[in-house]
């Protein structure tokens, strides 16, 4: 069976052709207000790696993402929002809505992190309290990056619960991006990490492990030059370092090595590493279920959605034909427990019930 064939049939298995639909009555203003909470039932999530904003840094709001959220079994989310906007150039043709729309360039917009904080701030208690914020709007390749992340934990003492999604290699983004290529061992990073121990907060980094289409994990030294930097900072490798045409042939082999190492890391399973590695074909599903339940506490998953939520439903549930194929509790801990732990019980349950009000920065 193709790719494809497979991934639709597993899809159409979880039962998600009737999701489009539904989303769109969960997104209706005719939604109840929250007075009578969400039941979760069967897998529920806690989306790990999701962006509020997009490349032009628009979004659909965080209403209709808490429907879509609803309409998937999805608890909470680590939401960030876009470290990068794509510049509309007086020549491009149209108007640009992704950062491969044409060649134009992209930079660093640290606006992003204001724009999420602030319509967080503004929301009611019961939208907000879903959510567990990052901050990532800083260059990666800036000496300033830690100062000017510890100057917005101070603007919105415990309303946020990590770091990231730093961009380090991301092929043509990194192409597009003005500057050197960021890595994770760059030293403006080294303080952010610092910084991230200080405050017992995960940082999410985007690393591709290697080149496009070089079967070898060129850039694997990095990350681990960048975890052996703190080793009381919690790095999350954000889609085992995979980005499109990143393709190597034992990259279960190299992530487990790399666990092996590095007491330190953690992988998201989010964006495509879900389609092109894990559920490839039955084969993959088996190997990649067995490196997770000999190391339950390592994996994560997370959609890597960007900015509008019509697609949100099925970006999520996916992920349940890898989880009927874990032992239950394994699968309850990369679907929600393990970035709740990273977060830490007491970070998360603050900002769960924080209601508007700041809360004291966590005792570090
Ligand atoms: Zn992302």
Redesign the pocket.
């Known amino acids: 069976m193709k790719r494809r064939d497979f991934l639709k049939a597993s899809l159409a298995a979880a039962g998600l052709a009737s999701l489009p639909v539904r989303l769109l009555a969960a997104g209706s203003a005719n939604q109840p207000e929250a007075a009578e909470p969400p039941v979760f039932s069967g897998h529920s999530y806690v989306d790990c790696?999701l962006?509020y904003l997009d490349f032009l840094q628009v979004t659909d709001g965080l209403e209709r993402l808490v429907a879509a959220m609803n309409a998937a079994n999805v608890e909470r989310a680590v939401l960030f929002g876009m470290p990068m906007i794509k510049q509309w150039d007086p020549s491009a043709p149209k108007k640009p809505k992704y950062y491969l729309s044409n060649d134009s360039r992209c930079y660093y917009y640290s606006g992003t992190d204001f724009l999420l904080l602030k319509h967080l701030s503004q929301a009611p208690a019961h939208i907000r309290s879903r959510f567990l914020p990052f901050i990532c709007g800083v260059n990666a390749n800036d000496m300033n990056a830690a100062d000017l992340l510890r100057r917005l934990l101070g603007e919105y003492p415990g309303l946020i619960a990590g770091i990231g999604?730093i961009m380090c290699r991301h092929d043509d983004l990194t192409a597009q991006t003005y500057g050197e290529p960021p890595r994770p061992d760059h030293p403006a990073l080294l303080p952010v990490y610092d910084l991230a121990a200080e405050m017992r907060m995960p940082v999410i980094i985007?690393h591709n492990i290697s080149g496009v289409q070089m079967d070898e994990p060129l850039y694997l030294g990095e990350m681990e030059n960048a975890l052996r930097h703190n080793r009381k900072t919690n790095i999350v490798w954000?889609h085992v370092g995979v980005s499109r045409r990143v393709e190597l042939s034992n990259l279960p082999e190299i992530a487990e090595g790399a666990l092996q190492r590095h007491s330190n890391l953690y992988f998201d399973l989010?964006?495509l590493v879900f389609e092109n590695y894990i559920a490839k074909d039955e084969a993959s599903f088996a190997t990649w279920a067995e490196l997770i339940a000999r190391r339950p506490g390592r994996f994560m998953v997370g959609t890597?959605v960007?900015g509008h939520w019509d697609k949100y439903p099925a970006n999520i549930l996916k992920y349940n034909a890898l989880l009927d194929r874990l032992p239950p509790k394994t699968a309850r801990m990369i679907a929600r427990d393990n970035i709740l732990g990273l977060i830490g019980k007491r970070a998360a349950a603050q900002l769960s019930g924080s209601a508007g009000e700041a809360v004291s920065a966590r005792a570090v």
């Open positions: 790696h962006h999604e985007h954000a989010s964006w890597d960007v």
